[in-house]
């Protein structure tokens, strides 16, 4: 039995990134940076160095799209390459709310297939979270990858395609 799934990103070699946005912690005098690229392989490649100097502590690439149907049971399906690093994937419900709701993921240095519960995604904002319900939403209109581990440190994540599993 197959389960249905909706590609929300499926990066190769002649992927239009003009929706995926970098936001580094420089949005309130930090020094991160970050940048978002294809490489030759066509694997998406979120790279660069984050700093907590100057108050900072984090790099980001959000991707906003047409809103996308989803169920509080979905998950979401990320086959990437990290560097051994623990990133954050978040979600937004609405393009008007604050808050997100984010997973942390760790990774292994090697290809790896991460699946997040929608349901165990947790309602943060600014890094604090929030005593409302984890996600229980019908819909998405952005997701984002988050690293803020609190050091300096270089870090590099390719990403191969972003899925939701229906259910």
Do not use: C
């Amino acid at each position: 039995m197959n389960t249905p799934t909706d590609t929300l990103f499926d990066f190769n070699k002649n992927s239009d990134l003009s929706l995926w946005n970098i936001v580094d912690d420089r949005v309130m005098g930090g020094i991160s940076q970050s940048f978002f690229k294809i490489t030759d392989e066509g694997h998406g490649k979120f790279y660069g160095y984050v700093t907590t100097e100057r108050n900072g502590g984090f790099s980001s690439v959000d991707y906003d799209f047409e809103t996308v149907k989803v169920s509080p049971t979905s998950k979401i399906k990320i086959k990437l390459k990290g560097d051994g690093k623990t990133f954050q994937f978040r979600v937004k419900a609405f393009a008007y709310d604050r808050h997100n709701y984010i997973k942390e993921f760790d990774t292994t240095g090697e290809w790896q297939t991460v699946e997040i519960e929608l349901s165990e995604m947790e309602p943060s904002w600014r890094g604090n979270t929030l005593k409302i319900a984890n996600f229980n939403k019908d819909q998405m209109t952005r997701i984002t990858v988050l690293i803020a581990n609190g050091k300096k440190q270089n870090f590099e994540l390719l990403i191969d395609s972003i899925e939701i599993v229906k259910s």
